[in-house]
């Protein structure tokens, strides 16, 4: 037994936390423990040692307890103390500096499209980037071998039959189709075209475009004008004017392009406008009576107006950016500087 007691003072002595320690609690007094083994075979002897060997084990196991008891105090303090020195904290240091995001600005104006005509009645849909040639020319009045295909140099990917959209214009036919011819219509598509444009200041082969389409009964060109107004002063300032300029597409008839008074000199002439104190911000016209039809609804009964907005163009004259690229280059610098204007 003072072997006993020797043993576990030595292994006391060389413990430093607070697995070992459960450890030697375990080996001297667990149920299968040293201290607890010296009664086991207690009914072998006589009464007196019963008495002595139960005597000095008790004392055993009070005095080792209590070690423990008073070890795992001073290592949870010490525990608790290195604990604490590791998760200081130095109030006086400097913060980190959390960077603020930036809209993008295609994006922002893609939205203040979005907002101005839905706030007029328009749904706003989406539509495939990848085309059938049906969608994107044949139901827009663009038969194959036509030579207004030439204007707009498509990708194709498969057999002259899919395509990655030249325009948005193709989503005015599958919202007709699918309409059927029985209700008017009234949506606005933002969305990713393509063409094989070389990349430069002012062209890229991926932009975006805003698509419209109305159709109801009745529709002039005045309803076109209408609207074109409202969303030119709403984009670029109440004292815009709108006019148009005759055009050609083959989906409309007639055909305009849509100009807005320079927001920049007021109609004066400077170089935003290259002196002419207009800025062409969109195509459009009326619904050529071969699309109404082609797409379900009778030209007789219906009419309507469609344009297209260049939305990287519209950007680009908002916030007085002269390069197309700088809208992919997601160039951080770039952002903060939006990020400061007006936006
Ligand atoms: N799709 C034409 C283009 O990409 C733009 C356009 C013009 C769309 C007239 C229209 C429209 O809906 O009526 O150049």
Known sequence: ???????????????????????????????????TELTKN??????????????????LKNDLNERI??????????????????????????GTKIENGAPNILEKVVEDFEELFMSMGYDVVDGPEIELDKFNFELLNIPKGHPARDAQDTFYIEDNE????????????????????????????????????PDDATHSHQFMQVEGLLVDHNISLVDLKGTIDEIAKKLFGEDTTTRFRPS???????????DISCFNCKGKGCNVCKQTGWITIAGGGIVHPNVLRACGFDPKIW?????????????????????????????????RAFDRKDV
């Open 248 to 258: 050609y597409y083959q989906f409309t008839e007639p055909s305009v392009e849509m």
């Open 162 to 197: 899919i395509l990655l959209r030249s325009h948005t214009s193709p989503v005015q036919a599958r919202v007709m189709t699918a309409n059927g011819g029985k209700e008017p219509v009234r949506m606005i598509c933002p969305g990713k075209t393509y063409r094989r444009d």
């Open 303 to 335: 009419s309507g107006f469609a344009f297209g907005f260049g939305a990287e163009r519209c950007a680009m004259l908002k916030y007085g950016i002269n390069d197309i690229r700088t809208f992919y280059q997601t160039d951080l610098r770039e952002l």
């Open 69 to 94: 008891n008073t070890l795992e105090t001073k290592l949870r303090e010490e525990e608790l103390n290195k604990k604490l020195e590791r998760e200081k904290i130095d109030v006086t240091l400097p």
């Open 1 to 35: 037994m003072k072997d006993l007691k020797e043993c576990y003072l030595k292994e006391l002595d060389a413990i430093n936390n607070l697995n070992d320690l459960n450890d030697l609690k375990v080996k001297y007094l667990g149920k299968k423990g040293l201290i």
């Open 42 to 59: 207690m009914s072998e002897l006589s009464i007196e040692e019963k008495k002595e060997v139960g005597r000095v084990s008790n004392e």
